[in-house]
C-alpha cells in the first residue's frame, strides 16, 4: 500500500468543485478500513496570475495503485469538471487536483515527486502540515510542521468554514 497525498484546487464554483473533487476520490479510493484524510479548506490568492481567490486542501489516503494509474485518473476527474489539459499554466481552474507525494517516491516522470509546490506555496504547506505534521519531505528530511512554522508567509491565506459533502470514509482534520 502506497501512502499518496494530493492538492486540490479550485477559483471557479470553489465549494462545488472541491466537494466534487473529494466525491470523486472518495469513490475511489476510500473504504471503512481506509478512509480518506482530508484537511480544512484554506481560501489564497492566485499564485501566478490575476483571478479569483482559490479554495485549496490536501487529502491523503492509501491505495495498491502505481503513481501512473492516480494521475490519469486525477487527470480524467479534473476534465469531467470542465478543466481542459490544454489551459494555460497560470489560469483559472474549476478542479485542480496534483499529486503532491506518492509514498516517499523522488522521480521527474509521469510527475515530478514530491511536488515543487510544497516547499513554495503556502496553500500546499499549511493544509499538508495539517494532515502530516510529523512526516518528513523526501528530499529536505524535514518535517511538515516544522516547514510550515519556519514558512516565510507572504502569499495571503486562511482557513475556511467549509461545508463538507457528507460522506462515510472522509475524516477531515484541523485544529
Not at 469538471?81 to 474549476?94: C, D, L, Q
Request: hydrophobic content about 40%; some cysteine; proline content about 7%.
Amino acid at each position: 500500500m502506497a501512502r499518496v497525498v494530493l492538492g486540490l484546487g479550485s477559483n471557479r464554483q470553489r465549494q462545488q468543485h472541491i466537494n466534487a473533487g473529494l466525491r470523486a476520490l472518495h469513490d475511489r479510493y476510500a473504504s471503512a478500513q481506509r478512509p480518506i484524510t482530508c484537511s480544512r479548506v484554506f481560501e489564497s490568492a492566485a499564485v501566478g496570475f490575476v483571478g479569483h481567490d482559490f479554495y485549496n486542501c490536501v487529502v491523503e489516503f492509501s491505495c495498491d495503485e502505481p503513481v501512473t494509474a492516480i494521475h490519469e485518473f486525477c487527470k480524467a476527474t479534473e476534465l469531467a469538471h470542465g478543466h481542459s489539459s490544454e489551459a494555460a499554466k497560470f489560469s483559472p481552474r474549476t478542479l485542480d487536483i496534483d499529486m503532491l507525494l506518492y509514498d516517499d517516491l523522488v522521480c521527474q516522470q509521469p510527475v515530478n515527486l514530491p511536488r515543487d509546490e510544497i516547499l513554495t506555496n503556502a496553500f500546499v504547506l499549511w493544509p499538508l502540515a495539517e494532515i502530516l505534521p510529523a512526516e518528513k519531505h523526501p528530499l529536505t528530511g524535514t518535517r511538515y510542521a516544522e516547514l510550515w512554522a519556519h514558512y516565510p508567509l507572504q502569499q495571503r491565506i486562511q482557513p475556511l468554514e467549509f461545508e463538507f459533502l457528507v460522506l462515510p470514509h472522509l475524516r477531515i482534520v484541523g485544529p
